[in-house]
């Protein structure tokens, strides 16, 4: 972990100050400083290194962090909480801790569209000109969390359980799957919308004042957009896989952005993807559905699924409770692997680590 050598260097530059101060005392005094120091870093590395594997903020972060960066308090273990290795990790990024956070989880080692390696400049910039990057309302103070995440799956057709997603905690909905016109299946509440620039409404008759829009990066041109989208400037179309929306619907207050170490974690820690694929495949990325589980397992003490569902064995079967695309579309993609996604499911639903509440 390379922000472990960050720490004492900084000890490191107080050794040198103390040699400026007493140039001349040499040999012993000066061992013992060097030992001293060393010993403390040990300490340090330690604390460090329990807190990074135990999953606690520790009290090296600013005060001030943990209070608004308090994501559970929940006194009770979630029933998934063993398929994570950071359970009280932060899931938005912040302009304060950036350089901190992103070398802490080695996500600085790491590319879009799981790292920021040669984007944090781009990073940096879109972040700085984001008026928040809170979690939830200073007014909430629910501890324990039950969310329902929500997918797109025409499993949702019919089933009226809009009354039922509306009672949870926190209702996590994604891309445009919208909720206008189809209340009654999936109901009115969205308490967080991951969206890429090709999948966000442009139409702002979806806008909801209470949703926070969360942008899942994979290419620097996702952020080069909404960049030039909050300056109002022409937006390149230029470098995407389908036109992207020319206007945002959100206000800037409602915009985070999510740490691309949570797709990481859903790629190589819950569904299992190599780092690297051979020459002759395309890299899978995790579905949004994915990411949005993943999410919700940072933040949740209860995680309840709607709208999970491919049918692969049916290409005529719809592919979402809105619109007319069929299945046919989801097994032509090349960029997810919908095996692996739908095995892991299943295998964490079996374990009552989650409920699906389109289960028959
Ligand atoms: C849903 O119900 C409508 C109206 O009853 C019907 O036309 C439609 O075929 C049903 N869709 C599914 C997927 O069951
Ligand atoms: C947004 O939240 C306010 C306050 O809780 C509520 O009165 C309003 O109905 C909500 N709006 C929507 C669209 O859910
Ligand atoms: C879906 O198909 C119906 C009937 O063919 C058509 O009227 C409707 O406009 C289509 N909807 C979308 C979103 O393409
Ligand atoms: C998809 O995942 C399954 C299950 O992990 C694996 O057996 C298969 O090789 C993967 N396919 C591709 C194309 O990566
Ligand atoms: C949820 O239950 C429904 C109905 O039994 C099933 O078709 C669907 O595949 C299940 N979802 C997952 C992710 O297993």
Not at 88 to 111: E, K
Not at 189 to 196: A, D, E, H, P
Request: charged share 20%.
């Amino acid at each position: 972990m390379p922000s472990i050598l960050l720490h004492p260097s900084s000890l490191f530059s107080k050794r040198e100050g103390l040699q400026e101060t007493h140039p001349q005392s040499a040999g012993r005094p000066a061992m013992r400083g060097y030992l001293v120091a060393l010993f403390l870093s040990c300490v340090f590395l330690y604390y460090v290194l329990h807190c990074i594997l135990w999953g606690t903020n520790g009290y090296w972060v600013p005060s001030m962090d943990i209070k608004s960066k308090n994501i559970n308090t929940c006194p009770k273990k979630p029933a998934f909480s063993s398929l994570l290795r950071f359970p009280q990790f932060y899931p938005f990024l912040c302009t304060s801790d950036f350089a901190r956070i992103t070398s802490m989880y080695g996500t600085n080692n790491f590319v879009l569209p799981y790292g920021i390696k040669s984007s944090a400049p781009y990073f940096r910039t879109v972040l700085s000109k984001l008026k928040s990057c809170d979690l939830f309302d200073e007014f909430d103070n629910v501890p324990c969390k039950r969310c329902v995440v929500v997918g797109n799956g025409g499993v949702l057709k019919n089933k009226t359980l809009g009354e039922k997603i509306d009672s949870y905690d926190v209702i996590i909905r994604m891309n445009n799957g919208p909720v206008l016109g189809h209340e009654e299946d999936v109901g009115r509440r969205t308490t967080f919308r991951l969206f890429y620039p090709e999948s966000v409404f442009s139409d702002p008759t979806h806008n909801d004042p209470n949703t926070t829009a969360v942008l899942i990066v994979f290419k620097p041109q996702d952020l080069r957009w909404l960049w030039e989208i909050m300056s109002g400037t022409n937006i390149n179309t230029n470098g995407f896989w389908k036109k992207p929306a020319l206007n945002l619907i959100y206000k800037l207050h409602q915009i985070r952005i999510l740490d691309p170490y949570i797709i990481r974690e859903a790629a190589h820690h819950l569904l299992h993807f190599p780092e690297v694929f051979p020459k002759d495949q395309k890299p899978k990325h995790p579905t949004t559905g994915i990411i949005a589980l993943t999410l919700a397992f940072h933040i949740c003490s209860e995680v309840h699924l709607a709208g999970f569902k491919y049918n692969v064995n049916n290409p005529n079967s719809p592919l979402h409770y809105y619109g007319n695309a069929t299945m046919s579309l989801m097994n032509k993609n090349a960029y997810h692997n919908v095996t692996a996604e739908h095995l892991f499911l299943k295998r964490i639903i079996e374990k009552n680590m989650v409920i699906n509440l389109t289960q028959d």
